[in-house]
């Protein structure tokens, strides 16, 4: 299985087999995955739409939103085999979890919140 990493933290970039395939994306396309990358699970469309077609009557914002989930489809098949990277339906979308994607967002995230539930007294105690 191909190995699809998101680095938003720096410079953006998407890495698939590290390899870097963000250059083929709409800059719509790379903001859209930056956001389902660090929102865990599904996301309405109509606030995806609202949030990145802002100044778009909402009919143009979800016409935008097909286009580039179309786009963003065609560069997951043209680089990838066998992998369904996006979730989708009349409503929703989201970053398929069982594709097997890192993003550096979600892990730090992860973290932070390990360490805020940290049982000992003193956390730079901590082995």
């Known amino acids: 299985m191909a190995g ?3 680095f938003l933290f720096g410079s953006y970039q998407i890495l698939l087999d590290k390899g870097e395939f ?10 859209l995955l930056a956001y389902l990358v660090r929102e865990h699970g599904p996301q309405r469309r109509d606030k995806l739409a609202g949030l990145l077609w802002p100044d778009c009557s909402e009919s143009q914002a979800h ?11 065609r ?4 680089n990838m085999e066998n992998t369904e990277w996006l ?3 009349a409503h929703e979308i ?3 979890p069982e594709a097997g994607f890192w993003g550096d967002v ?11 539930h ?4 003193k956390i730079n105690a901590c082995p």
């Open 22 to 31: 963000t250059s083929f994306m709409p800059v719509k396309g790379r903001a």
């Open 94 to 96: 989201e970053l398929n």
């Open 106 to 116: 979600a892990e730090f995230a992860d973290l932070v919140e390990v360490c805020e």
């Open 87 to 89: 979730r989708l339906d």
């Open 75 to 78: 560069v997951f098949a043209q």
């Open 4 to 6: 699809l990493s998101f």
């Open 63 to 73: 016409h935008n939103l097909s286009q580039t989930v179309y786009a963003l489809r």
């Open 118 to 121: 940290h049982s000992h007294p």
